[in-house]
């Protein structure tokens, strides 16, 4: 199984920071990474597809990077709705893997 | 915009099957994967398996010996039954929808929570 480790595991920010955070998978997965949102309660939201493409309806302050092994996803000004886990996954093969979760808290 | 919804027993007894249905509605099922996740209370997300729309099915090794994910696309549905399921079982599972980049999941199901206990 392709393992993916997220750091750091929490972070805390206020709203307008520019936050980024990163995920690392034990093997190449050239480009087959997504990066969710989930909300309590909520079911995860696909934010990010293919490491870099903008899943419709999100919002442009979401950015995605990387290829390999290595991703970041960025939010260039938080807003207080983006308070939430984010979690990369990976797309390359099955299982499908996901990783443990960056959660951003309110400074 | 496809919209997806689970229903199921929210209560399972230990040694028995956990069975799932998740309706599909305002789209084709056609040229996608439909998956089955889940998360355990306060956990991360694990990946049960998917059905492509042709019937075919991948399941995660993990759990292979006790998933079995069937789909008809005359009703626009598909299930997850998981046979012996214990408390590790216990989880908040969701259906999604998925292509080749997006899968498991450009659309999800709201999740329904399944607690294993007798």
């Known amino acids: 199984d392709i393992q993916m480790t997220q750091s750091p595991s929490s972070l805390a920010a206020s709203v307008g920071d520019a936050v980024s955070f990163t995920c690392r998978a034990s093997q190449g997965i050239d480009n087959y990474l997504n990066w969710y949102q989930q909300r309590p309660g909520e079911a995860p939201k696909l934010l990010i597809y293919?490491?870099?493409y903008l899943q419709s309806g999100v919002p442009s302050r979401f950015s995605g990077s990387g290829s390999g092994t290595d991703f970041t996803l960025t939010i260039s000004s938080l807003q207080p709705e983006d308070f939430a886990t984010y979690y990369c996954q990976q797309s390359l093969s099955t299982p499908l893997t996901f990783g443990g979760g960056t959660k951003v808290e309110i400074k | 915009q496809v919209q997806l919804q689970e229903s199921g027993p929210g209560l399972v007894k230990p040694s028995g099957t956990l069975s799932l249905t998740c309706i599909v509605s305002?789209?084709?099922?056609?040229?996608?994967?439909w998956s089955w996740i889940r998360q355990s209370p306060g956990k991360g997300l694990e990946w049960i398996g998917h059905?492509?729309?042709?019937?075919?099915?991948t399941y995660n090794p993990s759990l292979k010996s006790r998933v079995t994910i069937s789909i008809d696309r005359s009703k626009k549905q598909f299930s997850l039954k998981l046979t012996y399921v214990t408390a590790a079982d216990t989880a908040v599972y969701y259906c999604a929808r998925g292509s080749r980049y997006t899968q498991p999941g450009d659309s999800w199901g709201q999740g329904t929570l399944v607690i294993v206990s007798s």
């Open positions: 305002g789209g084709s099922m056609n040229s996608h994967y």
């Open positions: 293919a490491a870099s």
């Open positions: 059905i492509f729309y042709t019937g075919s099915t």
